[in-house]
């Protein structure tokens, strides 16, 4: 069996979709129809290096809409799932691997991070208002 990287494979897949598939499969990442149109677009990529970087350079690009209506996507700390009600299929397992470490915490300590989280995006976004 030949040696195979499993990003460049997939990375070879993903070159290869149709622009609608390769906007999907984007909008998994992350949820801005712009973000996902440009990134396609710009393909082929010639390995993963490649396309996280024109990852990174159109969502510093993106208007603060496309910001707002990323972030608006992203399951909130505590959320599960379908009770998230925001992100169904591959984006809520994502977001439930990433919220698993605290899983076995206290309500008092998921409040007490998403108090934090709220106030740092805050933070975050007033920042990003300042800019735009």
Same mark, same amino acid.
């Given at each position: ?40 677009? !710009? !393909? ?15 969502? !510093? ?12 996507a992203h399951p909130r700390i505590g959320e599960r799932g379908a009770n998230a009600g925001r992100t169904p299929g !591959?984006?809520? /397992? ?5 919220? /698993? ?17 709220r106030l740092r995006l805050a933070k975050l976004l007033e920042a990003l208002e300042m800019i735009a």
């Amino acid at each position: 069996m030949p040696n195979v990287n499993p990003a460049e494979a997939g990375l070879a897949v993903f070159n290869a979709l149709g622009a609608a598939a390769a906007e999907t499969e984007l909008l998994a990442c992350c949820a801005c129809p712009v973000f996902a149109r440009d990134v396609a677009a !710009r !393909r082929p990529y010639r390995d993963p290096a490649e396309l996280a970087a024109t990852a990174d350079a159109v969502v !510093r690009g993106l208007a603060w809409p496309d910001v707002r209506l990323a972030l608006a996507a992203h399951p909130r700390i505590g959320e599960r799932g379908a009770n998230a009600g925001r992100t169904p299929g !591959r984006e809520s /397992s994502w977001s439930m691997n990433e919220q /698993s470490s605290v899983e076995g915490a206290g309500r008092a300590v998921l409040a007490e991070l998403a108090g934090i989280t709220r106030l740092r995006l805050a933070k975050l976004l007033e920042a990003l208002e300042m800019i735009a």
